[in-house]
């Protein structure tokens, strides 16, 4: 490296051999105070690289004026050659006047060498000026043109001067065997005497007689050791690096799935005293689940699993865990975590936590122990109605409306759900509605009416205008409504087992009401249970919100304020359907009636 210190400070150096080489440096100090220990980039010290093959140099220092004097505490200025590992820049070698003059004598420089301007190839065809002697062989230098020699294994000597390398004496100079050692022209040769074996070196077995016995049974012990202490190595090794690359994985899914920013959430709303979603481990849930056992699944649908698990505090939760490892959904599990730690409603099913550490988040719901509304309207007790009566039918359609009006109105941003249906409504003990399944839902802004989105929900319950990708709180009002049609005929909203006409519940619905012959679709138990006005009130409101034009449609928080009425009123200010035909034949006619309404479902 070529080198120059002091302040203010302007160095050259140049080199007429190389292509007319030159390189500079400068240095400045304004103060004692700007002079660093250990620094040589232009504070009282800079430096520059010298190239290969530079054979004669001339340098120049000079000192320039400066507003400060630096000469008051700077008085000399030096440049010079050194290896740049041997030297460090200390403050006192400017700031102490000639004293470096000593110091810098001693700085060693580093001279490479090498034979003529010849590769080895080219220099061996010139067999008279060859450098390289007897039992040496030649190097290409790698610095600077030209080439070196260097003396053969088992030869020493000088490889440039007659007669060359000579032949080492390896058992006079380090002796490497127990007992026979025998020099040969360039290597040696090592042996036993007779009536002993062994390899003969001194790093080896040595030599043992004949009638020694073999220590066979101390090898074996210290092969076997050897291999044992082997394996646990191994095995140690790979189940550490294992580990690591899990805690990798674990981190890289985390930071994936948004991690890092739910924390910052979670420590916002832990310092504001609100309550929020705790973040599982892998650990946690793979041991609530029983390592995903299939006997504690709850259901499957078209996004993933849903097993039953139980937390180390006895809680029992139910845990989402999704089939595919595709980007889309987990977009939508992260939806539908920011969708509901925003909501509070005693329906809608409460979310307790996730977990991010695998490749797709699994999400932690409070758990629902008595199935979905579905289960319940679609499994046949006697063969003709289900087990739910019309009360707490009219009871679940209310609780269910005014869960899906909080999310369209009173949640803190408005959500529109997308695919409610009887299968994403779950039913506690006592049969109360929670509203579940928001991996569909999307953030509705308080200033837009309308979101555009891709086509998202279940065949039989999608609203027709969803089908044009305007997405509006309308079309959970016709989804719904499409529920509350389950709830008064106990029928699926789409089965090719019905005839054409009758495939579409919906539409096979609005097509009686507008005939007033609702009665003829009707489960039985709901004529048999229902008041007439109140079932008749429920048809109709059905029939508003099955409109094809979504602004004929109320909206989700009248419906629900309807329902919420028709739910409170008296069933004795009502006339059942029984009351409106005579008593004395009352009981043969709502059986023809069963009959006939069964007939018509087969």
């Keep these: 490296m070529f080198f120059a210190i002091g302040c203010n400070t302007y160095a050259t150096i140049y080199g007429p051999d190389l292509k007319n080489y030159s390189s500079t440096c400068s240095s400045e100090c304004n103060s004692r105070e700007n002079v660093m220990d250990g ?44 290896e740049k590992d041997h030297y460090t ?21 580093v001279l490479d060498w090498a034979i003529r301007n010849k590769t080895c190839e080219d220099a061996k065809k010139d067999t008279t000026n060859f450098a390289c002697q007897e039992n040496s062989y030649c190097i ?24 060359g390398c000579q032949d080492i004496n390896e058992c006079e100079a380090q002796n490497p065997c127990v007992r026979i050692c025998t020099n040969t022209i360039g290597s040696y040769k090592y042996s036993c005497p007779e009536g002993s074996r062994g390899d003969g070196l001194r790093g080896g077995s040595g030599c043992f007689h ?69 973040i599982f481990t892998a650990e946690e849930l793979k041991l609530a689940t029983k390592n995903y056992d299939e006997k504690l699944i709850l259901g499957r649908g078209g996004h993933g699993i849903v097993f039953k698990g139980t937390l180390s505090d006895d809680r029992i939760v139910a845990i989402k865990k999704s089939k595919i490892a595709d980007a889309n959904q987990i977009e939508e599990f992260i939806n539908e975590l920011v969708i509901l730690t925003q909501v509070n409603h005693r329906n809608v099913v409460k979310i307790l936590g996730c977990c991010l550490e695998t490749e797709v988040p699994l999400l932690v719901y409070e758990y629902v122990s008595n199935g979905t509304l579905s289960q319940h309207i679609h499994t046949r007790n006697d063969g003709m109605s289900s087990s739910i009566s019309w009360e707490s039918r009219l009871r679940i359609a209310a609780e269910s409306a005014a869960a899906v009006a909080y999310l369209h109105s009173a949640a803190t941003t408005p959500i529109i759900h997308r695919d409610i249906k009887s299968a994403n ?39 027709p205008e969803y089908h044009h990708c305007q997405l509006t709180g309308k079309s959970d009002v016709y989804i719904f409504i499409v529920v509350l049609v389950e709830l008064l005929t106990g029928e699926k909203p789409i089965s090719l087992e019905r005839s054409a006409e009758q495939r579409n519940i919906a539409s096979y619905f609005i097509s009686l009401t507008k005939g007033n012959n609702v009665l003829h679709v009707l489960e039985t138990r709901v004529v048999a249970e229902g008041n007439r006005e109140q079932v008749l009130a429920v048809a109709k409101l059905a029939k508003r919100c099955l409109s094809l034009k979504s602004e004929a449609r109320p909206t989700m928080k009248e419906v629900s304020m309807e329902l919420e009425s028709l739910k409170k009123s008296s069933s004795s200010t009502h006339a059942s359907f029984q009351d409106h035909y005579s008593k004395h034949n009352e009981e043969e006619h709502i059986q023809h009636l069963s009959q006939q309404i069964y007939i018509q479902y087969q």
């Design 39 to 82: 620094s040589c980039f232009g504070k009282g010290c800079c430096q520059s690289t010298i190239p290969k093959g530079l054979k004669r140099y001339e340098t120049r220092v000079s000192k320039y004026t400066s507003q400060n004097n630096s000469a008051t505490f700077d008085p000399c200025s030096y440049d010079f050659i050194a």
């Design 89 to 109: 820049f200390n403050a006192s070698d400017i700031l102490n006047g000639t004293n470096f003059r000593s110091k810098g004598e001693e700085v060693p420089i």
């Design 140 to 163: 290409t230098s790698d610095s600077n043109p030209g080439y070196r020699c260097t003396c053969n294994n088992g030869y020493a000597g000088n490889p440039y001067l007659s007669p």
């Design 210 to 278: 004949n009638n020694q016995e073999f220590p066979v049974l101390k090898i074996s012990l210290g092969i076997a050791l050897g291999f044992f202490f082997l394996i646990i190595g191994s095995s140690w090794l790979y189940f550490s690096m294992r580990k690591r690359n899990q805690i990798l994985r674990k981190a890289k899914f985390f930071q994936k799935n948004g991690g890092l920013l739910l924390k910052q959430q979670i420590s916002s709303h832990e310092s504001s005293g609100e309550s929020s979603a705790k």
């Design 425 to 463: 409504i779950l039913l506690d003990e006592n049969y109360t509605a929670k509203v579940a399944d928001f991996g569909a839902s999307r953030l509705n802004p308080l200033d837009q009416n309308e979101i555009d989105t891709l086509v998202q929900g279940t065949l039989g319950y999608l609203d």
